[in-house]
T-cell receptor, first 115, second 113 residues
Framework: AQSVTQLGSHVSVSEGALVLLRCNYSSSVPPYLFWYVQYPNQGLQLLLKYTTGATLVKGINGFEAEFKKSETSFHLTKPSAHMSDAAEYFCAVSVSNFGNEKLTFGTGTRLTIIP | NAGVTQTPKFQVLKTGQSMTLQCAQDMNHNSMYWYRQDPGMGLRLIYYSASEGTTDKGEVPNGYNVSRLNKREFSLRLESAAPSQTSVYFC????????????FGPGTRLTVT
């Protein structure tokens, strides 16, 4: 079975500073990895995903994540935080299962931007 | 193009009452999902439908039933609501299961007293 651990339920960074949100996964087979963002009182939307190929994945709003198999990690970064980045971020994992795949989400990290 | 729509947006039930949450998508997606979101627990899958005509249990199916009415619609039913079912419920859809992006509805906030 697959699982995801997000380190830090709350992260605060200053506007303009680096954003780093941590995600580690557990999977016995090659995973598909995702980052979703949830703004207040809204559903989730996809930031980026890794399936195969290039391990550095670029997403929307200047975010990127790097798949590191040796570290079983998929950390999310953004070089310079903006006030509009304040939201909750979820890492998720899925594995191939003959058309019956399910997403498993982490518990989320709430990002606060300090002006 | 509305994406994924959910009704109602808010609902208050008394313990033991029943209700159905409705979900519809207009993206011609094959797969649909129901999640619940609770503080500190992320999103947990209740049921999903990989394709029209199939439904399967997720991580937390107890106390719920689902119906994939057609390709567009996927409903979630609480037969006898309990306070432990107080949560925010999200419906999502994707072209297929696997590595395809899931598109989420705006959610239904349910309180059971």
């Amino acid at each position: 079975a697959q699982s995801v651990t997000q380190l830090g339920s709350h992260v605060s960074v200053s506007e303009g500073a680096l954003v780093l949100l941590r995600c580690n996964y557990s999977s016995s087979v090659p995973p598909y990895l995702f980052w979703y963002v949830q703004y207040p009182n809204q559903g989730l939307q996809l930031l980026l995903k890794y399936t195969t190929g290039a391990t550095l994945v670029k997403g929307i709003n200047g975010f990127e994540a790097e798949f590191k198999k040796s570290e079983t990690s998929f950390h999310l970064t953004k070089p310079s935080a903006h006030m509009s980045d304040a939201a909750e971020y979820f890492c998720a994992v899925s594995v191939s299962n003959f058309g019956n795949e399910k997403l498993t989400f982490g518990t989320g990290t709430r990002l606060t931007i300090i002006p | 193009n509305a994406g994924v729509t959910q009704t109602p947006k808010f609902q208050v039930l008394k313990t033991g009452q029943s209700m159905t949450l409705q979900c519809a998508q207009d993206m011609n997606h094959n797969s649909m999902y129901w999640y619940r979101q609770d503080p500190g627990m992320g999103l947990r899958l209740i049921y999903y439908s990989a394709s029209e005509g199939t439904t399967d249990k997720g991580e937390v199916p107890n106390g719920y039933n689902v119906s994939r009415l057609n390709k567009r619609e996927f409903s979630l039913r609480l037969e006898s609501a309990a306070p432990s079912q107080t949560s925010v419920y999200f419906c999502a859809s994707s072209a297929r299961t696997g590595f395809y992006e899931q598109y989420f509805g705006p959610g239904t906030r349910l309180t059971v007293t």
